[in-house]
């Protein structure tokens, strides 16, 4: 077992150690900021394989912790931008088109850097524990969790949009400084910021790594697959589910702040459902049930659909083959591309792991019946 | 008085529009427990089929009604038997195939109907006004929402007084002991499925002349239809129409206060605490499960 264990660290760092040496090939600024861009959707499949794969939340609203975070960071950039973009007294220019004079109470605090850092993950994770603590408190599951997380983001996004004066509101926060951290600056087109990103995704997959590889996370895996029978034996399985939720929800800001310095603005979009659901898409073409293989579902998803976005039409068609695609995932490899590849090493040397995955794989599923229990 | 007279019909209108394309949702949800992400796709798509034989071979609203009926509800009899019947035991799975087939739907019309929008000519006969205690209204809207009155009491009448009725209910309470006696389930989701989409069709038809029609229009309706459904009561038919009711007129008049936004966030976070204190809705039957 314990050679099990290391051999999956060994292959996440070798990985992430190939994802940090990338910019030794790859010279072009413009490149490096689409790859940029790339890990943060590897980081938010981490954070949706921890709460989907691992303890079977489905968040169709992943995208409303992402966007939190990256507003966290996209106000505290604003107001670094130099004056000319800005009113008196360095009030952001928006604020001064709709008429406000004074700098609104949330924006103060993120003139401090240190509360704007840990702001972008703090304020999305106190966010999902106490959505979690509502839902799970009430033991709600399922379906239902999963269509309260999608409410809840229209929710928050419509209030972003209506609330114009203090968000920017359809247009979002535009004309952002550039992160700077210890006097150093990071422009979003440099390998400086690609290696920021990219030790940020190192940090979150072996962060979750560590949470699913502990005691906690093999009770989350029994919560997903039997939650009465947990509750059974004992265990708090709310206190299980928020946790995870928030941590969850803690990579996604966490991704989100990157996001904003990678694109130089933030939108509403980003807490859109298109995201959300693309989030899943990732999520289950890469395998649910495996950090590496989701953060590698949604480099490979959003890679290619970079790649074909040159041309217009082919974008268009790929988005075609991309449903076409997920639909095929969902009825013939639930576990995504990281199950069919496991299933496949077990077949090639059947002795050393057969017994364990086995078992796994032969566990009933949660028997959610929605048809007739109630 | 007038001001309320044309306060409920505002809300009866939003009302309507709600109760026809949930109807469709709260069929297919309620016979097989398939959570259709593609509903308001096939909404879409009754919407386009309004538009295409209006604008192809000119003909009118209420002529179309029947084959666009026909035609979505055809497509939802193949996507039934193509994807939607190997998942019938794994329910979280459905909402992600059919949110894939959604994307593909809307798709596949964004590239051969173009993306721009389209708008559909209400019947002649409908344009017109008509007074009501002093409030006036568009006869087309009260058309619409005499068609989901007429729709929701046509399933009515099937699901309490035909023998296929009495199947679908034996199916819902316990789909192995129905199979039993000899009820062939798996022609009855079908049926069914196909059945709902071809509501869901007609609903679009029906609303393409009070809308603009785009192949991302379907989105939010599946949005608001799943609220009513789940708001309603899952097994429950007279609470869906109960629920599209009050959702409807408690967004007219929200509106009324403050704005459509605020008034659809305030909505929504209604139906989120309501579905965590009483996620069986508020009108749920008692079966014996």
């Not at chain 1, 009113?87 to 001064?96: H, I, K, R, T």
């Not at chain 1, 495996?290 to 659909?305: E, H, I, K, N, P």
């Not at chain 2, 609203?61 to 193509?82: D, N, Q, R, T």
Request: with cysteine.
């Amino acid at each position: 077992m314990s050679g099990k264990v290391s051999f999956q660290i060994l292959t996440y760092g070798v990985v992430c150690l190939a994802i940090l040496l990338l910019p030794i090939v790859v010279d072009d600024a413009f490149l490096l900021n689409k790859y940029s861009r790339y890990l943060v959707s590897g980081m938010l499949a981490i954070a949706l394989s921890l709460s989907w794969g691992y303890a079977g939340i489905l968040n169709l609203g992943q995208a409303t912790t992402f966007g939190l975070g990256s507003y966290c960071m996209a106000m505290y950039l604003k107001l670094k931008t130099v004056p000319i973009h800005t009113g008196s007294d360095g009030l952001p220019d928006f604020m001064v088109w709709n008429n406000v004079t004074e700098l609104p109470w949330i924006w103060v605090p993120f003139h401090s850097t240190a509360f704007a850092l840990a702001a972008g993950i703090l304020v999305p994770a106190l966010f999902a524990a106490l959505l979690g603590w509502f839902m799970f408190g009430g033991r709600v599951t399922g379906v239902y969790a999963a269509i309260i997380t999608l409410a809840v983001m229209v929710v928050v996004n419509l209030i972003i949009i209506d609330q114009q004066s203090y968000t920017g509101g359809f247009n979002g926060l535009t004309d952002l400084a550039q992160f700077e951290l210890f006097g150093f600056e990071f422009d979003a087109y440099s390998a400086s910021t690609y290696y920021l990103v990219a030790i940020g995704l190192t940090i979150s997959l072996f962060l979750s790594l560590a949470v699913t590889r502990s005691k906690t996370g093999l009770i989350l895996q029994a919560v997903r697959d039997q939650e009465e029978r947990v509750r059974f034996f004992g265990y708090d399985v709310a206190l299980y589910k928020t946790f995870v939720f928030a941590f969850s929800a803690a990579i996604a800001g966490f991704a989100g702040m990157f996001y904003t310095i990678v694109m130089e603005f933030a939108s509403p979009t980003f807490l859109g459902v298109p995201l959300s659901l693309s989030i899943v898409i990732w999520v289950a073409v890469g395998g649910r049930q495996s950090l590496l293989g989701a953060m590698l579902g949604a480099l490979l998803v959003t890679g290619v659909q970079g790649a074909l976005s040159e041309s217009e039409t082919f974008l268009e068609t790929w988005t075609l083959i991309m449903g076409a695609l997920f639909v095929l995932i969902v009825l013939f490899l639930p576990k995504g591309l990281a199950g069919a590849f496991s299933a496949l090493i077990d077949r090639l040397a059947p002795a050393s792991r057969a017994p364990i995955s086995q078992a796994v794989e032969n566990s009933p599923k949660a028997e959610a019946h929605i048809g007739g229990a109630a | 008085m007038d001001f309320i007279v044309s306060q409920i019909l505002t809300g009866l209108s939003l009302s309507s529009i709600l109760l026809l394309v949930a109807l469709g949702l709260a069929v297919i949800y309620g016979v097989t427990g398939v959570i259709n992400l593609a509903h308001g796709e096939f909404v879409m798509l009754g919407a386009y089929g309004a538009w295409l034989l209006q604008t192809q071979l000119g003909l009118g609203l209420i002529v179309s009604l029947i084959p666009i009926f026909l035609l979505v509800a055809a497509l939802g009899w193949v996507i039934e038997v193509v994807v939607i019947r190997h998942l019938y035991d794994r329910p979280l799975d459905t909402i992600l195939a059919t949110w894939g087939l959604g994307v593909m739907i809307q798709q596949i019309v964004r590239l051969t109907a173009g993306g721009e929008l389209r708008y559909v000519q209400m019947p002649p006969s409908l344009s017109g006004s008509v007074n009501i205690l002093g409030a006036t209204d568009s006869a087309y809207r009260l058309f619409v929402l005499g068609v989901a009155l007429a729709m929701f009491c046509l399933i009515w009448v099937i699901y309490r007084y035909t023998s296929f009725g009495l199947k679908l209910r034996a199916i819902t309470q316990n789909s192995g002991i129905a199979s039993c006696f000899g009820i062939n389930s798996a022609l009855a989701y079908r049926v069914t499925f196909a059945f709902g989409a071809g509501v869901a069709g007609l609903a679009g038809a029906l609303i393409s002349p009070l809308k603009s029609v785009s192949p991302e229009m379907g989105t939010t309706y599946v949005v608001d239809a799943f609220m009513v459904v789940v708001l309603g009561g899952v097994q429950s038919l007279l609470g869906t129409l109960a629920s599209s009711g009050l959702l409807g007129e408690i967004s007219g008049v929200l509106a009324y206060y403050s704005n459509d936004t605020i008034a659809k966030a305030l909505v929504l976070l209604a139906i989120v605490i309501i579905i965590r204190f009483r996620p069986q809705g508020l009108f749920a039957p008692r079966v014996r499960a």
